[in-house]
């Protein structure tokens, strides 16, 4: 089945600082979206991409949709300690028995 | 409002059990999703309904019984509980749309359920 890759498991940054994160797939999506999850609650959608090659921003954040449909990438730029949660990203594919597969997550810590 | 509400938030229960998840959505969605969280965080789906008819039906033993009583709703029953059922389940609803379900789900807070 589709699967999604996102590495490191877990990314530890000091507050201030940027980060980014990828994500792979071996197969083609249409839409590609990154969710945030904090503590016990459930996965919330930052940004959603609609386009290969589409560059979109959200506030501090910036997300792009490789051109081959089979990557993403995640900036988060001046990271403040809110930012911590686990960070999905999910590949979305049309067609009959669509659904949203997701990648296992970055959890992502900010030291004050 | 809660756009999508989760009932109980927190389920205790012994293996063999049966118990029942329950999930409304207000935000007018046409389709319902349950999603199971193992303790690895790992996010995957379990069953899709749009207007009270199944569409995904991933690879679930058949102790899962959802019900779709109507397009807000989406329940989940679990038979005979087993010790590795424990995981967070989260319901999710989006709009099909004109002919894209273009993957935009908005999800409860999360049903974790523990068998002992």
């Known amino acids: 089945g589709q699967q999604l890759n996102q590495s490191p498991q877990s990314m530890f940054i000091q507050e201030g600082e940027d980060v980014s994160m990828n994500c792979t797939s071996s197969?083609?999506?249409?839409?590609w979206l990154w969710y945030k999850q904090d503590p016990g609650e459930g996965p919330v959608l930052l940004i959603a991409l609609y386009k290969a090659g589409e560059l979109t921003s959200n506030g501090r954040l910036t997300a792009q949709f490789g051109i081959t449909r089979k990557d993403s990438f995640l900036n988060i730029s001046a990271s403040i300690p809110s930012d911590v949660g686990i960070y999905f990203c999910a590949g979305h594919s049309t067609g009959a028995n669509s659904k949203l597969t997701f990648g296992k997550g970055i959890t992502l810590s900010v030291r004050p | 409002d809660t756009a999508v509400s989760q009932t109980p938030k927190y389920l205790v229960t012994q293996m063999g059990n049966d118990k029942s998840i329950k999930c409304e959505q207000n935000l007018g969605h046409d389709t319902m999703y349950w999603y199971k969280q193992d303790s690895k965080k790992f996010l995957k789906i379990m069953f899709s309904?749009?207007?009270?008819?199944?569409?995904i039906n991933e690879t679930v033993p058949n102790r899962f019984s959802p019900k779709s009583p109507d397009k807000a709703h989406l329940n989940l029953h679990i038979n005979s509980l087993e010790l590795g059922d424990s995981a967070v389940y989260f319901c999710?609803?989006?709009?099909?749309?004109?002919?894209?379900?273009?993957?935009?789900?908005?999800f409860g807070e999360g049903s974790r359920l523990t068998v002992l």
């Open positions: 999710a609803s989006s709009h099909l749309g004109t002919g894209a379900n273009t993957g935009e789900l908005f």
């Open positions: 309904y749009n207007n009270k008819e199944l569409i």
């Open positions: 197969s083609i999506f249409n839409t």
